[in-house]
C-alpha cells in the first residue's frame, strides 16, 4: 500500500454510505486499494493522519479557459462589448505558445490548490495546454475551440479543425487516458453548419467528446431563433452534434423542449452561475435540467469572467440560486451539488468508471480537507459543511492517481516561482506591455 | 510608531485616491498616523513587510447571530418551518450563558480570520455575548431582540426590555466605544405597536441605535399589509422606530415607496444574500435602492443559515446577483461593493468618523491580505482582485486598534483550543444529547 489515510471522514459520494467516519482509506498503484473502519493489515509507505479531516474525491470543473489566468481582473466593471473589444480581445491577440503554457500551469496550480483533480478546457494553443496538463499530473479534456465564419470552410484544410486532428493525434489517451482530447464549437452564432458536420462527423468517427457554448445569453438564444426558427440546441442538433458524449456550457436559457432533448441525447449541462451572474447573462433553471434527466455538472469559466476556479463557489451557488429563484429552500441538496462537482463531472467526462466517487478500484483522484478551523466547527454534516460553509481554500492535499500534486501551499509538480517569474519577465510585458498590472 | 506596514498596497476607499502602492501606513496609539509612499523617518517597533500583500480597512459585518455558529448546518436541507420548528427552536431552547459565550467566542474567531473587526449582533443573552466581544478585542453593535407577543406588554415590566436597560447601562461605549449596545425590535411579526413604541422611545431618549429585520420574505410583507394596510417599513415608522439611526436586515421585499422612506430616515438596509438565497426568501434589489439614496451594507446572517461568516462571500454576491438580475453586467462596481462592506457598513453602525477607511487620525481597524497566491496573480486592479476572486482565507492579519486579534492562524486574544474543547465537553452535549454532532 502506497498511502493510507487513517481515522478520516471519507464523503464517498456513493449513496448508500455518503458518509463514513473513522476511515481508512488505501491507495495502490495510484487506484483506491482499501476502505475500512478498520485499519488495513499492510504496512503503508505513508500514512497520512486524518483526524478531523474530510476525504473526498477530486472536484471536476467541466467548462474553464485556463490560460485566461493572464487576464483575471482586467477591465472588469465595463460593459460587455466594450469589456470583450477593447479588453479581452485585443491581449488575446498577443498570445504565443511561451505566454500561454506559463498562464496555463498558473491556472492548474490554482485548480489544485482548490481541489480540482480534472478539468475540461475549450481554448486554442492547445497543443501547449496539453502539455502543461501532462507536466503537472492533473486530468483533463481539453479541446481546440473552432470558431470559422467563411463560408468555404472545409474540415481537411482549416486551421482549427486540422489543430484538432493533429491535438487528437498527439495527445488523445495520452499516460494511460489522463488526457482526453475532445472536439470543440466555440458556438452556434461564431459558425455555420459546415463546420458543425464536419467537427460532429469527425468526433463521432473518432470517439471524441465535443464542447460547446449554448445558449449563454437571451440574445444568443433570439438571434438563432431568428436565424433558424430553431434554438442553438436544436439547430446543432440537425447536425449530429449530439450524437456523441457532448458538455453545453452555460445553458441559461434553454427552452424545456431543449432540456428534453439534452435529457434524451445525454448532453451534459455546465452550470458556471458565477460568469453568468457576473456577465449579467442570467440564471440556468438547473432545477427544472434535473427533473428533466439532464446531467447538471459545474464550472467555473475562464478566470477572466468569474475570476476564480474554486469549484466550491458555483457549487454553493448551484443550490442557493436554485433555491432563491424557485422560493423552495429545499429545491436542490448539498447532496446533489456535491455530486455535479464530482460524480456528474466524471461523467460528463466519460471518467465515470474512472472517478468522481470514492470505492475500490477507481483511481485515488482524492482531496482531503481541514476540518479544524473556526468555520467548519461544529460539523452536524459534513455534506453540509462541504457545501455551504467550506472553500477551496480549506483543501490540504490533492492528489491525482494517487500522486499528490498539491500540499499544504506546495506545489509537486510546479516550479509556481518559476511560473510567476515568467509571468513577470515574459508574459505580461508581451501582453500588456507597460501597462494593466500592478502587484504581479 | 507602534506598526509599520511598508511597501504595502493600501486600498483606502477613499473616493479620490482609492489604491496608493509600494505605501508606507504607520500605527500609533490604536490609530492609523502616517500614509505615504515614502517610508517615514521614524523608528516603529514592529515593521510588517507588506510585499505581495494588501492593506485594506476591516469589514463591517452589519447582521449577524454569533453564537448560532453552535447550529451551523444542522438540519440544513429541510423545509423552512420544519427547519425551525424541528431543528433550531428546540435546540436554541437549551441555552445557558456558558454554552453561549463558547459559541460566541467561536463565531467572533471566525469573524477574525475572514478579516470582519466589527459586527452587529442581535441575539439574546446579549451580556454573555458583550462580555466575549470585550474579551476579544473585536468591535461590536450588539442588541438584546425583542419578541414579545402579550397584549400587557409594558416597557418597564417587560423582561426583554429590561434586560436592554441593563446591557445600556452595563456595556454601552464600553473600552472608549469599542462595544455599541443597540436596541432591536425581532420584526414586525412578532411583536406588535406597543412594543415599537417602548423600544424605539428609549432608544431616541438615549441616543441607541436600532437593529430589526425588515421584509425578509414575501409571506411576511404580504400578511403586514393584509393585518394593517402598511409594510413592515411603514408600520415600524408610525411607531418612531426609524426615528433613531437603525438597521433593516434582509429588505428583500421592499416596495418603491419602503425604499424612499427609509432613504429618507437614513435606515440601512443590510442585505444577507447567502441566507436570503439559501433560505429561498428571494434577492434584495439593491441597485434600486443605491439609486434611491439608501446605504446599503453587508451581513452574513447567522452561521445556520448562510453557513459562515466570511463577509468576503456576500460582497461578491452583491456585485454578482445584482449584474445577474438587472442583466446588466456593471449594475454595481467592485469599488461599490468594497464599500458596502466597509464604508457604508462603519455608517451603519455609526461608526463613520472611527472607521471603515485607511486614513490618518482613523483607528487602525485592518486588515491584511496576501496577494502571493495563484488565484491572486496577475493583479490588474487590486479592487477587482479584492471582490471577484479573494475570500476571507486570503486574510493575513487582522488588526483592530492597532492591536493584532488574527495573524497567520493564530488567534491573540481567543484561546481557540480552549473553545473547541468547552464545544465537546459542553456545548454540544448540552444542546445536542448524544447526536447531532459527528466531528467537532
Redesign the interface.
Known amino acids: 500500500m502506497d498511502t493510507l489515510f487513517s481515522n478520516i471522514?471519507a464523503v464517498t459520494m456513493i449513496d448508500k454510505l455518503p458518509?463514513i467516519?473513522g476511515a481508512y482509506v488505501g491507495v495502490t498503484d495510484g487506484k483506491i486499494s482499501y476502505i475500512s473502519q478498520q485499519p488495513p493489515q499492510e504496512q503503508a509507505e505513508r500514512v497520512i493522519d486524518g483526524r478531523?479531516m474530510?476525504l473526498m474525491p477530486g472536484m471536476v470543473n467541466c467548462h474553464t479557459h485556463l490560460p485566461m489566468?493572464?487576464?483575471?481582473?482586467?477591465?472588469?466593471?465595463?460593459?460587455?462589448a466594450d469589456?470583450l473589444n477593447n479588453y479581452i480581445f485585443p491581449r488575446e491577440d498577443k498570445w504565443d505558445s511561451r505566454a500561454i503554457r506559463a498562464a496555463t500551469l498558473?491556472g492548474i496550480?490554482?485548480c489544485l490548490?482548490?481541489g480540482t483533480t480534472s478539468v475540461t478546457d475549450m481554448y486554442y494553443f492547445s497543443d501547449d495546454i496539453c502539455q502543461c496538463v501532462a507536466e503537472s499530473g492533473i486530468k483533463g479534456n481539453i479541446s481546440r475551440c473552432v470558431t470559422v465564419f467563411e463560408e468555404d470552410y472545409c474540415f481537411d484544410k482549416h486551421v482549427p479543425s486540422q489543430e484538432l486532428v493533429a491535438l487528437h493525434e498527439k495527445w488523445h489517451g495520452y499516460d494511460n487516458g489522463r488526457i482526453q482530447v475532445e472536439a470543440s464549437i466555440h458556438a452556434e452564432y461564431t459558425s455555420h453548419d459546415k463546420v458543425w458536420h464536419g467537427i460532429a462527423e469527425y468526433a463521432i468517427n473518432n470517439g471524441l467528446g465535443m464542447q460547446v457554448h449554448v445558449s449563454e445569453t437571451?440574445d444568443e438564444q433570439e438571434s438563432c431563433l431568428e436565424r433558424y426558427g430553431l434554438t442553438p440546441a436544436q439547430i446543432l442538433d440537425v447536425s449530429h452534434v449530439w450524437d456523441t458524449r457532448a458538455v453545453a456550457a452555460h445553458c441559461v436559457w434553454l427552452t424545456d423542449e431543449d432540456m428534453e432533448l439534452f435529457a434524451r441525447r445525454g448532453v451534459t449541462a455546465v452550470h458556471c452561475p458565477?460568469s453568468?451572474?457576473?456577465?449579467?447573462?442570467?440564471?440556468a433553471p438547473i432545477k427544472k435540467m434535473i427533473d428533466k434527466g439532464m446531467n447538471v455538472a459545474l464550472g467555473t469559466d475562464g478566470?477572466s469572467s468569474?475570476?476564480?476556479?474554486?469549484l466550491f463557489e458555483p457549487m454553493k451557488l448551484a443550490?442557493?440560486?436554485s433555491?432563491?429563484?424557485?422560493?423552495?429552500?429545499?429545491?436542490i441538496?448539498?447532496?446533489e451539488a456535491l455530486k455535479m462537482a464530482t460524480v456528474n463531472g466524471a461523467k460528463a467526462q466519460g471518467r465515470e468508471n474512472e472517478c468522481g466517487v470514492i470505492a475500490p478500484g477507481m483511481d485515488a483522484d482524492l482531496i482531503m480537507l481541514d476540518?479544524t478551523?473556526?468555520?467548519l466547527?461544529?460539523?452536524?454534516?459534513?455534506i453540509?459543511?462541504l457545501v455551504?460553509?467550506a472553500?477551496g481554500?480549506?483543501v490540504k492535499l490533492t492528489m491525482v492517481r494517487g500522486k499528490v500534486l498539491y500540499e499544504d501551499g506546495n506545489f509537486l509538480t510546479i516550479d509556481?516561482q518559476k511560473v510567476?517569474q515568467e509571468?513577470h519577465d515574459y508574459v505580461?510585458p508581451l501582453m500588456?506591455g507597460g501597462e494593466?498590472?500592478?502587484?504581479?
Do not use: M
Open positions: 471522514t458518509v467516519y478531523g474530510v489566468s493572464a487576464l483575471r481582473g482586467y477591465g472588469d466593471d465595463h460593459a460587455l469589456w498558473l496550480a490554482e490548490r482548490f437571451k458565477n453568468n451572474l457576473k456577465l449579467a447573462s442570467g440564471i478566470p468569474s475570476n476564480n476556479t474554486d443550490v442557493l440560486l433555491n432563491g429563484t424557485t422560493y423552495d429552500p429545499v429545491s441538496t448539498a447532496q476540518f478551523q473556526p468555520h466547527i461544529p460539523c452536524h454534516n459534513p453540509s459543511n455551504y460553509a472553500s481554500h480549506d509556481l510567476l509571468f505580461l500588456f494593466g498590472e500592478a502587484n504581479a
